[in-house]
């Protein structure tokens, strides 16, 4: 088991790729701490995975947030060995929508939440020599005119990832950052249809955003963040790696 005994905090994970991780890892002999909005979603998954989870419901952009969840996760489980933030609020903005409350909205759920998270852990990470993993976006680049709020959101992460693995890697604590390319979770395919694709949307995908002819999924996911939370990848700390089925840099889509 590659994260046996330790402890990790699984930000949004009552469902989609959280949910997906947090159960990876349970797998992998870790104890996690469930994290959404939904009781419902939440408990069905602490049920399933048993005494090895714990469930803490909260909203991200109450900037008091992140320091209850450091105590939930000590008070379940005595300490923390990690922390995957994976919660984000993906909104459809664009330069004449994006008002000053979306787009505060937006960094204090992206952006402010996984820094205040980071500060409120990092004693506890200190002394465990912990890693932290954000989950990002190939969007955090450039992103799309109708992501305006959301790409930028992705592009800061990428900073804050680099700033904290550069300020406390003498500490050995390491961050590290996922940026995500076309997922298939329940809320992307729920998105999707919200507007206007049939329901078998995810049966025929565009080749140019998906070359392999499906969407990667949830477990894909998961299955990456294993090494980045394990001591399997000790000492890398401020790495930004693409999980995407092309290249972002260079690509040249295949002309049919």
């Keep these: 088991m590659r994260l046996r005994d ?7 994970s009552t469902t989609g790729i959280g949910e997906a991780t947090a159960r990876r890892f349970v797998a992998e002999g870790a104890r996690v701490l469930i994290h959404g909005l939904e009781r419902d979603l939440g408990e069905a998954v602490v049920k399933d995975l ?3 989870a714990a469930l803490h419901l ?13 105590n939930a996760a000590l ?65 955090g680049y450039c ?10 959101s992705k592009g800061a992460l990428i900073t804050l990832t680099r700033n ?4 406390f890697g003498r500490d050995k604590v390491r961050v590290n950052q996922l940026n995500l390319g076309w997922v298939l979770s329940p809320n992307e ?38 090494y980045w939370l394990s001591d399997e990848s000790r000492p890398v700390s401020g790495s930004i790696v693409d999980i995407e089925q092309y290249p972002m840099i260079g690509r040249n889509p295949v002309k049919e």
Aim: proline letters at 6%.
């Design 164 to 167: 904290l693995a550069d300020a």
């Design 143 to 152: 992103g799309e005119a109708n992501q305006l709020a959301y790409s930028i």
């Design 6 to 12: 330790k402890v990790i905090l699984v930000t949004g």
């Design 50 to 52: 048993g005494s090895a």
């Design 75 to 139: 008070s379940a489980f005595g300490r923390i060995d990690g922390i995957v933030n994976n919660a984000a609020w993906i909104v459809r903005s664009n330069i004449q929508t994006t008002d000053a409350a979306l787009f505060d909205r937006c960094m204090a759920i992206n952006v402010r939440a996984p820094l205040l998270l980071f500060r409120a852990a990092l004693p506890y990470l200190k002394q465990s020599q912990g890693a932290v993993l954000n989950i990002g976006s190939i969007n």
């Design 189 to 226: 395919y729920k998105l999707k249809v919200s507007e206007g694709l049939p329901p078998d949307w995810h049966d025929h995908p565009p080749a140019v955003f998906a070359p392999s002819g499906r969407i990667m999924m949830p477990e894909t996911i998961a299955t990456a963040a294993v």
């Design 58 to 70: 909260d909203d991200l952009s109450d900037a008091d947030a992140p320091a209850r969840l450091v």
